[in-house]
C-alpha cells in the first residue's frame, strides 16, 4: 500500500514535469481541492489543471516537484501523506519556501485507484502565512 | 460548514477533558487511526479509547485540550483540518511540544456527521521525530 501511493505520487509529480495537465486531472477527485497560494484554492479538475498551467508558466516551464522523506498514514480508504516536497525550477520562488512539508489527502475510489482529494504543499505552516 | 466542523472538533476536546471516552471513540470512523507517538499508533474505535486512558493517566487526569488558529479544507465529504493544538495539563509533557500543528482528517458519513478518520497532533513534525 505505502508503495502504491509512493508510485502514484511520482506519477503526479511526472505529469507536472511534462505538463501533461489532462493526465493530472485526472488524478484528482471531482471535488478535489488545491491550495494554490495560502489565500487562493483551485476546485475540481478544471480549475486545477488550469492553476498547474499558471504556476508552471510562472515558473519559466522549468518546475520539478520531487519528495524528500515521506509518511503515509492510512486509514481504510483514506489516506494523510505528510512529505517533504522539494520544488526546483530555473527560476527561485520568493515568497515561498522551495522546501515544504506538504499534507495531501488520498482516497482510494471503487475501483481501488488511489486519487488526491485535498492537495496543500503549504502543510501546517499555512497557519501562520 | 466550517462552523460544523469546529464545534464538532470542540465536542471531541469536550470528551477528553471529562475523560468521557465512550463517548469520544464514537466520534471516530471504524478504521480511525490516532497518532499516540510518532512510533506508535492506535487502529480502530477501541484501541483509541485505550490510548486516550493512557495519555490522560500520563498527564495525571489533568489534560486539557484546545484549539488555536485553524484552517479547513474541505473537497466533498473529506475535509483537513490544520490546528493550533494547545495541550495544558500540570504535567508538562518535555519530549514533545504542547504547542502543535495538527493535521486531522475528517470524513462525513452516510448520515451527514463529520468523523475523524486520521488525528495526527504531530503534524508535518512527524518527518522530523
Known sequence: MEHELKEFIKKCDKAIKQEDFDT???YYTDDAILVVKPDMIARGKEEIKQAFIKIT?????SL????GEMIILKA????LVISQTLLEADKNETEYSMDRRSTYVFKKNSQGE???????????DLINM
Open 76 to 79: 481504510g480508504d483514506t489516506a
Open 57 to 61: 508558466k510562472y515558473f519559466n516551464n
Open 114 to 124: 488511489w486519487l488526491c482529494a485535498i492537495d496543500n504543499s503549504y502543510g501546517t
Open 64 to 67: 520539478v516537484p520531487a519528495q
Open 24 to 26: 493530472l486531472k485526472n
